[in-house]
């Protein structure tokens, strides 16, 4: 069975930091690209940030470039969301995502990911 489970959400003041996990079981190749995903209350899920295979290519909103860092770790299947100088914007729920196909681009896009995880619920405060 396919699974994405996150973890590292909380609640932290602004300008803190957080840094979420994202393990990925169930897949007999790779995930694929990967990425983040939130979801504020009364507002359409975004993408934050994407990486694929091999951890060099990459793509961020531009809401949290230079604030947030993904990374992957291949060995482990798991996938990192290093969140600094956090916002009260950046409050929502964090999603991790798969795409499921081996090749492709780093996207945004949450039409391409096939899989997905519960979420993790980050909040910042002013």
């Known amino acids: 069975e396919i699974q994405l489970i996150e973890s590292g959400g909380g609640s932290v003041q602004s300008g803190g930091s957080l840094r979420l996990s994202c393990a990925v079981y169930?897949?007999?190749?790779?995930?694929?690209?990967m990425g983040w995903f939130r979801q504020a209350p009364g507002k359409e899920r975004e993408g934050v940030a994407a990486?694929?295979?091999?951890?060099?290519?990459?793509l961020y909103a531009a809401s949290v470039k230079g604030r947030f860092t993904i990374s992957v770790d291949n060995a482990e299947r798991t996938v990192y969301l290093e969140m600094n100088n956090l916002k009260s914007e950046d409050t929502g729920k964090y999603y991790c995502?798969?795409?499921?196909?081996?090749?492709?681009?780093?996207?945004?896009?949450?039409?391409?990911?096939?899989?997905w995880g519960e979420g993790t619920q980050v909040t910042v405060s002013s």
């Open positions: 995502a798969a795409v499921g196909l081996i090749n492709g681009r780093p996207s945004l896009n949450t039409a391409i990911y096939n899989f």
């Open positions: 990486v694929c295979p091999g951890g060099e290519d990459i």
């Open positions: 169930g897949f007999t190749y790779s995930p694929g690209c």
